[in-house]
């Protein structure tokens, strides 16, 4: 028995950026995790309670999204960097 796992985006959650529905937890965290960063999909799975077939759905759909994947990552650095400058006391 297959089980479908719906990746959504709601305006409210997260930004409107995708994730797992049912969780707060962002597709391209999880992809980032594992295609970026080496972490194992059991380690993922343990650290945000999700299933062997919610982290499935949710690489899926990142890998069929690279230019959103992407998109969300810039947004991210620029935030970052945005936070740093801010944060710095003046010289």
């Known amino acids: 028995m297959s089980v479908t796992i719906p990746v959504v985006s ?4 997260l930004g409107g950026k995708p994730r797992v529905e049912g969780t707060r937890v962002g597709v ?20 945000f309670d999700l299933t062997p077939d919610e982290i499935d759905a949710a690489l899926t ?8 994947m992407d998109a969300i990552s810039t947004e991210a650095n620029r935030f970052r960097e945005r936070l740093a ?7």
């Open 10 to 13: 709601t305006p409210n959650v």
């Open 28 to 47: 391209h965290q999880i992809g980032s995790l594992i295609r970026e960063q080496g972490w194992s999909t059991a380690a993922v799975a343990e650290a």
């Open 61 to 68: 759909y990142y890998e069929a999204n690279p230019q959103e």
């Open 85 to 91: 400058d801010e944060s710095r006391a003046p010289r």
